[in-house]
């Protein structure tokens, strides 16, 4: 039973344009995130979304934009797509504890977005 | 600005060859660190969460350790199954919600 899934694994698509990802969370976890992982490996925040407060990472075009329409869910839109955006996104979540720790946050397995 | 630097970049290993991998780390007050395993083409496994400076977690032959500046992963007597990517993240005070911060990760090879 996957804990954190995403949809789909792999996404082929042309420059402009418009298209989504979505994230479904089965742990009950009350935050949800948006990673990109570029083609060197490394992880980057794009999002965090905990009881309707959405926290954006400034450096994320504002092509991008998370909904959520509902605690276990979290999809990720883009608009007019560009090259530069081919990149694994993974989605992932994580429970908020007392004094503002989040516990370990736990991965979807990836969506590995091309632009062509 | 908070960072996370690991090291080496990759490493190789013969089966049985102990060794320790680093993650040093930069931030303004630390919450958590947080040890990944990564497989080729999905997503990051949770290892272990360490949250001060002395703490210390074991699984199979895998031991973190915790100082105020940095983390090892150090694992013993390696098989070729612990044949992937470490990723260290941390958790920062100011940060938002949880946010990790990642390194750029060891990519780890055993070799039978």
């Known amino acids: 039973d996957t804990a954190v899934s995403q949809t789909p694994k792999y996404l082929v698509t042309q420059m402009g344009n418009d298209k989504s990802i979505k994230c479904e969370q089965n742990?009950?976890?009350?935050?949800m995130y948006w990673y990109k992982q570029d083609s060197k490996k490394f992880l980057k925040i794009m999002f965090s979304y905990n009881n309707k407060e959405l926290i954006i990472n400034e450096t994320v075009p504002n092509r991008f934009s998370p909904k959520s329409p509902d605690k276990a869910h979290l999809n990720l839109h883009i608009n007019s797509l560009e090259l530069g955006d081919s990149a694994v996104y993974f989605c992932?979540?994580?429970?908020?504890?007392?004094?503002?720790?989040?516990?370990?946050?736990?991965f979807g397995q990836g969506t590995r977005l091309t632009v062509v | 600005e908070d960072q996370v630097t690991q090291s080496p970049e990759a490493l190789r290993l013969q089966e049985g060859e102990s060794s320790s991998l680093n993650c040093s780390y930069t931030?303004?007050?630390?919450?958590?660190l947080f040890w990944y395993r990564q497989d080729p083409g999905k997503g990051p496994e949770f290892l272990f969460t360490?949250?001060?400076a002395g703490e210390e977690k074991e699984k199979e032959r895998l031991k973190a350790t915790l100082t105020k500046k940095e983390s090892f992963l150090h694992i013993t007597a390696p098989k070729p199954e612990d044949s992937a990517t470490y990723l260290c993240?941390?958790?920062?005070?100011?940060?938002?919600?949880?946010?990790?911060?990642f390194g750029k990760g060891t990519k780890l090879s055993v070799k039978p």
């Open positions: 931030v303004s007050g630390l919450r958590g």
């Open positions: 742990l009950g976890h009350d935050t």
């Open positions: 992932a979540s994580s429970q908020r504890r007392g004094g503002g720790v989040n516990t370990e946050a736990f």
């Open positions: 360490l949250y001060s």
């Open positions: 993240a941390v958790q920062a005070y100011g940060g938002s919600q949880g946010n990790l911060i």
